[in-house]
């Protein structure tokens, strides 16, 4: 640019000396041969001066615009905080301003647009749903934790990558496959036999666009819901055949009595007696489903108080001893060695007692005749703790995660013999919950069982303020809060 101004103005100024000396020329012809020395100086001299003048124009006028390019540059760099500073004329700065204007306006864009993509990235780094998206070549761009976390992959070190060699799930990449190949969006579930096993629901939605332009991946983890779902249909599977059992044995009863058995005082009597234990276990039955139906609905209204533990205990096993005798179980209390023996537990006292006897009569129920049950308790700082201990026929260790489910049986026909609803363990589970306690078991099959219970210690003197209150108290029904 430069160079070629400076040309310019040398060209002109040649031009102009040369019409000056073809017009003397052509007047004086004599007079311009008598001083053409003259002339050729003043012509070496126009020109020097004519080229620095040439020089600095150029130079002024060109500054301006290197600035102007500098800064262009700069700007197209990333640099949005440039400003180009312009001397020149008044055309060259307002261009100037307007290429600083422009640079502000970009920066403030590029701010709010990575403003905006940070904002994205949180919320779908933090979605429960797993999220990819990949892009015309099916490489991906962008995976947030919870997919990396469902399909066991670096969320960094999968970018860039081609989806395929990624994912190692052959029924996901299948599902995909549709999905990137149907006309809308595509959903479909997967079940993943793991490990660990998974349910998956897949939606597939390509970008807007011709040809393949890419496509976002969701994955929702069903896994519980559909646990729930299965539970809910064993649950109303089993409470349909535990109604159906005794009903089935009344109808049959009353049935038999209608055909002429009441004329027997022996059948009739025995029939008479059939129907009023399967009706007891209807009673009993729906009980403990109305009080589960009340702990998990939150209907449940705890009064938590300091009651003496080993005042509980006592009671319930006096209330359990005439059936140990039957069996000639022995039934033994054990307080802590190294601390009081008066501690008070800070609980709800129906809740409390529906817990123990729920344990006792398990331990009495599948304890065979002259086995030995334990209840034993200790203290800690902050919790109060007792163990239900058996020498019963114990529970097998692929067992042991499921008996606090509900109308869950080891052994379907050992428990039905022995009577009970199917929800005592689970009632205790929820009620323990309930009072911000832990429960858990431990057994070994043709040893015995343990059931251990923590709950929450009473302060000493909120214990000592009810100790004389408890024992009076009228003791409920059982299986009954």
């Known amino acids: 640019m430069f160079q070629r101004l400076?040309?310019?103005?040398?060209?002109?100024?040649?031009?102009?000396?040369?019409?000056?000396?073809?017009?003397?020329y052509?007047?004086?012809?004599?007079?311009?041969?008598?001083?053409v020395h003259e002339v050729a100086a003043v012509v070496v001299v126009v020109f020097i001066v004519a080229g620095v003048?040439?020089?600095?124009?150029?130079?002024?006028?060109?500054?301006?615009?290197?600035?102007?390019?500098e800064g262009a540059r700069r700007i197209a760099a990333g640099d949005f905080d440039y400003q180009i500073r312009s001397q020149g004329a008044r055309e060259l700065a307002a261009l100037a301003d307007a290429f600083n204007a422009m640079s502000r306006r970009l920066a403030e864009t590029f701010d709010l647009l990575e403003h905006d993509r940070e904002q994205l990235r949180a919320i779908l780094s933090g979605m429960v749903e797993g999220v990819i998206a990949i892009d015309e070549h099916r490489r991906i761009v962008f995976a947030n934790d919870r997919a990396g976390e469902l399909l066991g992959f670096n969320v960094k070190a999968v970018v860039h990558q081609a989806l395929d060699e990624m994912l190692l799930q052959p029924g996901l990449l299948e599902i995909i496959h549709k999905g990137l190949s149907a006309n809308g969006p595509y959903r479909q579930e997967l079940e993943w036999k793991g490990p660990p096993p998974r349910n998956l629901g897949v939606y597939v939605s390509r970008f807007p666009g011709h040809g393949m332009p890419g496509?976002?991946?969701?994955?929702?983890?069903?896994t519980e819901l559909r646990q729930a779902e299965r539970l809910r249909q064993d649950f109303v599977a089993n409470v349909s055949h535990e109604l159906k059992t005794p009903l089935a044995v009344i109808k049959s009863s009353v049935e038999t009595l209608v055909d002429g058995a009441a004329e027997e005082p022996e059948s009739r009597q025995l029939f008479l007696q059939q129907i009023v234990r399967e009706a007891d276990r209807l009673e009993e039955l729906i009980k403990d489903l109305l009080t589960l139906a009340r702990i998990e609905g939150g209907h449940l209204r705890l009064e938590p108080q300091a009651i003496p533990l080993d005042r509980a205990i006592s009671e319930c096993l006096e209330r359990h001893h005439p059936r140990a005798e039957n069996k000639t179980l022995t039934l033994v209390e054990k307080p802590p060695k190294d601390g009081p023996a008066d501690v008070a537990v800070w609980a709800d006292a129906d809740a409390l007692q529906q817990i123990l006897d729920n344990l006792v009569d398990n331990a009495i129920k599948y304890t065979p005749n002259g086995g030995r049950i334990t209840?034993?308790?200790?203290v800690a700082e902050e919790t109060v703790s007792f163990e239900v201990e058996d020498t019963g026929v114990g529970i097998p260790a692929a067992d042991l995660p499921r008996v606090f489910e509900r109308f869950y049986r080891v052994d379907k026909a050992r428990s039905r013999a022995?009577?009970?609803?199917?929800?005592?363990?689970?009632?205790?589970?929820?009620?323990?919950?309930?009072?911000?306690?832990?429960?858990?078991?431990?057994?070994s099959v043709g040893k015995g069982t343990t059931f251990r219970v923590t709950l929450p210690r009473a302060h000493p003197l909120a214990a000592q303020a009810v100790s004389g209150t408890v024992a009076n108290e009228r003791p409920p029904e059982p299986s009954v809060v």
């Open 215 to 222: 496509a976002v991946i969701v994955l929702h983890d069903t």
């Open 418 to 443: 022995v009577g009970g609803t199917g929800l005592g363990l689970a009632i205790v589970k929820h009620l323990v919950q309930a009072m911000k306690g832990q429960v858990r078991v431990s057994s």
């Open 375 to 378: 209840v034993r308790w200790s």
């Open 26 to 35: 052509q007047r004086a012809e004599d007079l311009f041969y008598e001083s």
């Open 53 to 69: 003048a040439a020089y600095v124009l150029a130079r002024r006028f060109t500054r301006p615009l290197h600035a102007l390019t």
């Open 6 to 24: 400076f040309l310019t103005y040398l060209l002109l100024v040649g031009a102009v000396v040369g019409l000056v000396g073809a017009a003397l």
